[in-house]
């Protein structure tokens, strides 16, 4: 029962991704992904998210989330044009878009949408990825890293991956929930993350973190992700060793979520 969700929707993603490739086959993006690389260069857009992330005070990756599975709606009207380009401007680290677009209401090009707007900083590309296709999508929209969910892949699918997003200039935050997950950190991803959500029953508790933050690799860069409302909570897991946080919902459902990231980083920082 733990996984229905989370099953639901990666048997969704296949598909999906298959519809993609009928409307823009593999080797036409391959090539429209190679002419960017061509012109722009191999490194990261938006700048390296582990080094944002390693570098700030705060290290909060503002997400840009409208919907999600178990709450529906949480901001329908949000915009990709205002949103993000606030989140930078009053302090985010890096951005989270979610382009999921059946279950969270997103699209890829919110990605290129905020990068039009302004925003420089990095973003990561947050969706269910379990085919190489969706790292090419990441890249020529312009994110800086993309994530991968140690849940929705084999050790084998998720080293490939991994390997294929570094040779076309996308470091990978890699998700783990469980100690089961915890196999894949060997694979020294760019960025490890703790997701707080059970992907299964979407129940969410921070206390996860704390569980694992002992497991992860020294000196490694660690994200702790979901269920993350107070600066406190912030500051606690700062201590465990976590350098960035994922918050979303508690930012998108305020009416000003670019204010509501300022408000929080002021009490953060007192």
Same mark, same amino acid.
């Given at each position: 029962?733990?996984? $229905?969700?989370?099953?639901?929707?990666?048997?969704?993603?296949? +598909?999906?991704?298959?519809?993609?490739?009928?409307? !823009? *086959?593999?080797?036409?993006?391959?090539?429209? +992904?190679?002419?960017?690389?061509?012109?722009?260069? /191999? +490194?990261?857009?938006?700048? /390296?998210?582990r080094a944002a992330l390693l570098a700030s005070d705060t290290g909060i990756i503002s997400e840009f989330k409208r919907k999600s599975p178990s709450k529906g709606w949480i901001k329908k009207d949000g915009k990709a044009s205002v949103i993000p380009l606030s989140y930078q401007q009053n302090g985010a680290s890096a951005l989270s878009i979610l382009t999921d677009t059946a279950y969270f209401g997103g699209y890829d090009d919110f990605i290129l949408t905020a990068r039009e707007s302004g925003v420089t900083i990095p973003i990561l590309y947050k969706n269910f990825v379990v085919d190489e296709y969706q790292l090419f999508q990441a890249r020529y929209v312009g994110a800086s890293a993309v994530l991968l969910i140690a849940a929705d892949l084999t050790v084998e699918e #998720? /080293?490939? !991956?991994?390997? =294929?997003?570094?040779?076309?200039?996308?470091?990978? !935050?890699?998700?783990?929930?469980s100690e089961h997950d915890l196999d894949y950190a060997a694979l020294e991803p760019d960025m490890y993350g703790i997701?707080?959500?059970?992907?299964? =029953?979407?129940? =969410?508790?921070?206390?996860? /973190?704390? &569980?694992?933050?002992? &497991?992860? *690799? $020294?000196?490694? #860069? =660690?994200?702790s992700e979901s269920g993350i409302s107070h600066p406190e909570t912030v500051r606690k897991l700062r201590q465990a060793g976590f350098n960035g946080f994922l918050i979303g919902e508690s930012f998108m459902k305020t009416d000003d979520p670019g204010q509501a990231l300022a408000d929080f980083i002021s009490v953060l920082r007192q």
């Open positions: 029962m733990m996984k $229905d969700i989370l099953e639901e929707i990666v048997a969704h993603k296949r +598909v999906e991704v298959e519809e993609f490739k009928q409307v !823009l *086959p593999s080797h036409r993006l391959y090539q429209m +992904v190679s002419q960017k690389i061509d012109e722009q260069g /191999s +490194v990261q857009v938006g700048g /390296s998210m #998720c /080293s490939s !991956l991994l390997r =294929t997003a570094h040779e076309i200039g996308l470091e990978v !935050l890699l998700e783990m929930h997701n707080n959500r059970n992907l299964g =029953t979407f129940i =969410t508790d921070v206390d996860n /973190s704390f &569980r694992l933050a002992g &497991r992860l *690799p $020294d000196h490694a #860069c =660690t994200v």
